[in-house]
């Protein structure tokens, strides 16, 4: 559909955020985001977010908003598809960098 | 499911961005807002948006986004669940207040 998995693509623009998709399987990180609120609403398939006391558990059509500063790990146990409305500036694994940071998500 | 029609509920806050739902069909009034992009995304049904020059079929799973400035109709020929992304100051008939105005939409 849209490339590798964790990787964000830019659909549009909507004042100081952008509309994203990405493809999950598997484990993302744990990370969180010093400023920034995130929206999650699952295209397709089931993803989970694993916080420090508890799970989210989004399958298709249902979103999740990670508060700014809450650590969370995405993963999901199939692909998934997800939408993310995030401010501009976010890095996809906030203040913990990996070899899955994605610096400047392409448009599609 | 969430009310009267063209009546926009707040699901969450993301930043500065509401998101919110609504219930459309029929008309609703030409109108746009000065400052504000829109996020539309289809949820469930069909619908239309009338630009001045064009119209935009939005089908389940389908978004588009209303830049600022920009004048639009919004429209559905039968019942369409919609969810929107916005700046929360957001007023659903912009600069054309109507008796479809609603100033302070409701959390749900």
Chains 1, 2 share one sequence.
Do not use: C
Not at 66 to 77: F, I, M, N, S
Not at 87 to 107: A, F, H, L, R
């Amino acid at each position: 559909m849209f490339g590798a998995y964790w990787t964000p693509k830019i659909l549009g623009e909507v004042n100081d955020s952008f509309v994203k998709v990405f493809k999950a399987k598997g484990e993302f990180v744990w990370h969180s985001h010093e400023n920034e609120d995130e929206f999650f609403l699952v295209i397709k398939g089931q993803l989970r977010i694993k916080l420090k006391d508890t799970e989210i558990i989004l399958n298709s059509g249902e979103f999740f908003i990670v508060p700014k500063g809450l650590e969370h790990l995405p993963y999901a146990p199939d692909e998934a598809h997800v939408l993310l409305f995030e401010p501009k500036g976010v890095i996809n694994t906030g203040g913990t960098p990996s070899d899955k940071t994605v610096e400047n998500p392409e448009w599609i």
